[in-house]
Nanobody
């Protein structure tokens, strides 16, 4: 099982980045997917989630209206489009997979405790 995240980097405030997370070793369409992040000295926090079909999405208040999560089940990939980036978005971003045997809502209300698979993380740094 592997979740390979990519697309992080250094960007100025107001800029954009698109993160990708390529899945392998499991049946991607049987999993809800999410993005979490962890800034230095802070706890991991939920960012966005998407249901197995892609029909439903959910966002943390801090990123709502700026970030968009999407997925392509044919490519076994989940994306996070991040616009209007702020310095407080600086963190390591992790993709996560939650089996559909668990509720879609558990992707965010479990604070990551229900996650079955984690990606390795990609660094996003936003300069002011």
């Amino acid at each position: 099982v592997q979740l390979q995240a990519s697309g992080g980097g250094l960007v100025q405030a107001g800029g954009s980045l698109r993160l990708s997370c390529a899945a392998s070793g499991f049946t991607f369409s049987h999993y809800h997917m999410g993005w979490f992040r962890q800034a230095p000295g802070k706890e991991r926090e939920f960012v966005a989630a998407i249901s197995w079909s892609g029909v439903s999405t959910y966002y943390a208040d801090s990123v709502k209206g700026r970030f968009t999560i999407s997925r392509d089940n044919a490519k076994n990939t989940v994306y996070l489009q991040m616009n209007s980036l702020k310095p407080e978005d600086t963190a390591v971003y992790y993709c996560a997979a939650v089996n559909t045997a668990k509720s879609y809502g558990s992707v965010w209300f479990s604070a990551g405790r229900n996650v079955d698979y984690w990606g390795q993380g990609t660094q996003v740094t936003v300069s002011s």
